[in-house]
């Protein structure tokens, strides 16, 4: 029985995010997520395509130590260390979330050496929206 034939850009072929070169972005837009359990980091251009990415559970950290601070940091180090290598200088930050990672992680951005225009946060708020579930009972 013959093998079909790949198509071109099929995964078996491995043509699929393969670059000649990485672009240059010189401006950028890092997202912080920070839940009570996890924070993950993101790093898009300002159109919004996702350069990198990277969260406390990729970093290794299982159960209740991915929402842990020392977590978050390591989540930004690793997704910062791959643009600033393609040449990123300047980044807008937002920041989501009430988690404990939200500090952490943008102390980890400020080390880094990128110069921050502003720093946003995105935090959802609802305007007495839906109707909040009940209180636990402990």
């Keep these: 029985m013959?093998?079909?034939i790949p198509k071109i850009g099929s995964r078996?072929?491995?043509r699929i995010g393969s670059r000649k070169h990485a672009r240059k972005i010189p401006k950028g837009v890092i997202h912080v997520q920070a839940s009570f359990n996890n924070t993950i980091v993101t790093v898009t251009d300002v159109r919004g395509r996702v350069i990198s990415w990277s969260s406390a559970g990729t970093c290794g950290f299982k159960g209740t130590r991915r929402g842990t601070p020392f977590a978050a940091q390591t989540a930004a180090g690793n997704a910062i260390?791959?643009?600033a290598n393609q040449g990123m200088q300047?980044?807008?930050v937002m920041?989501?979330?009430p988690g404990l990672g939200r500090d952490a992680a943008l102390r980890a951005i400020r080390r880094s050496g990128i110069l921050?225009?502003?720093i946003r946060d995105v935090?959802?708020?609802p305007h007495n929206g839906c109707r909040?579930?009940?209180k636990r009972r402990v």
Excluded: D, Q, W
Aim: no cysteine; glycine share 8%; proline share 12%.
């Design 2 to 4: 013959a093998k079909p």
């Design 12 to 14: 078996k072929n491995g």
């Design 81 to 83: 260390r791959t643009v």
């Design 90 to 92: 300047r980044a807008e």
């Design 95 to 97: 920041i989501k979330g």
């Design 116 to 118: 921050l225009n502003f």
């Design 123 to 125: 935090t959802p708020m």
């Design 132 to 134: 909040s579930p009940k």
